[in-house]
């Protein structure tokens, strides 16, 4: 299969088997954008991510980048990377956070560092600035949702507001704008049944029960049920010390072609992920095409890819 990248956007192309033991085409572009006020092509892109990247050691650090390489999924994952921001840097004790797009949002409530003193929680320290990723949710080493969270001395410091920590017996569901590892619970019951059955009657292929939910790793507030179209409206609140960001998603401004065996066809490149980085004053957009090859691997001759 031959590739012809036409733009400046990296892109990946690649034939794996499906849950169904078809041959499928996977296509996955991505671009970088400046300026969370009025969006524009950066003149850095960030790469695709071939693996899983975390802050630190897979089993105890929670997952910065989710794989890009996998079938796809049924919506759109909207995850943010940022720091809740004491407004105007005046250092408070609290802080509300908000990410929205389109009708899909996200509330945090955001506490400094507190710790239990019995069965009492002290006072409240002053912050600046804290980030919204697992480390500082809800969590512990025996939590299967959260493994790398806080919960036992020290508090958790992000909340979800309808469903604060209120004595040493309460276990709300870990919360926070950042992406979900695939071996924590929110998402391995998804990834189907590898049994003895499996090995008999489907190895090398995905189990029967595999669900593409499964490559989902947004907070499932945040996960759109079908893919977002661009034009959306999106508002993030408290992830900036002095203003609230806002403006709209681009539209894809790429045609993707495949020559097949016996044809040319254009494929729809879907929204897949939308992450954005206010610390960074980016976005991150991928796109995601799939195709089934009616035969095998060889039905595909070429991608190519220009903008419109």
């Known amino acids: 299969m ?35 006020q009025q969006l524009k092509l950066a003149s850095e892109m960030q790469p695709i991510h071939l693996k899983d990247v975390f802050w630190g050691e897979p089993q105890t650090s929670s997952l910065r980048y989710a794989n890009e390489i996998h079938l796809g999924k049924p919506g759109t994952d909207i995850l943010m990377h940022a720091h809740a921001y004491a407004p105007n840097g005046q250092a408070v004790r609290e802080s509300n956070v908000s990410i929205q797009v389109d009708q899909y949002s996200l509330n945090l409530k955001v506490f400094g560092d507190r710790v239990w003193q019995g069965r009492q929680i002290t006072n409240t320290k002053q912050f600046i600035r804290i980030p919204l990723v697992y480390e500082y949710a809800f969590g512990a080493p025996m939590n299967e ?47 189907g049944t590898y049994d003895q059955q499996w090995q008999e009657t489907r190895l090398p292929y995905l189990p029967a029960d595999f669900d593409r939910q499964f490559n989902h790793c947004a907070h499932p507030q945040l996960q759109t049920q079908q893919p977002l179209k661009g034009g959306e409206q999106y508002r993030l609140q ?71």
């Open 2 to 36: 031959q590739i012809e990248n036409k733009t400046s956007l990296p892109l990946q192309a690649l034939i794996i088997p499906n849950e169904h033991g078809k041959h499928e085409l996977i296509v996955v572009v991505k671009a970088t954008f400046d300026s969370l």
């Open 145 to 191: 949702y959260n493994p790398v969270g806080r919960s036992e001395t020290l508090l958790a410091n992000i909340e979800d507001p309808t469903n604060l920590v209120s004595s040493q017996k309460s276990a709300p569901m870990p919360s926070t704008p950042s992406p979900i590892a695939s071996h924590w619970k929110t998402r391995y019951p998804l990834a």
């Open 238 to 308: 408290g992830v900036h010390p002095l203003e609230v960001l806002e403006g709209r998603l681009p539209f894809c401004p790429l045609k993707l072609e495949v020559v097949l065996k016996d044809t040319i066809k254009e494929l729809t490149l879907n929204y897949d992920t939308v992450h954005f980085e206010p610390d960074n004053d980016q976005v991150h957009i991928s796109w995601r095409a799939n195709h089934v090859c009616l035969n095998n691997a060889k039905d595909v001759i070429s991608v190519s890819m220009d903008f419109k």
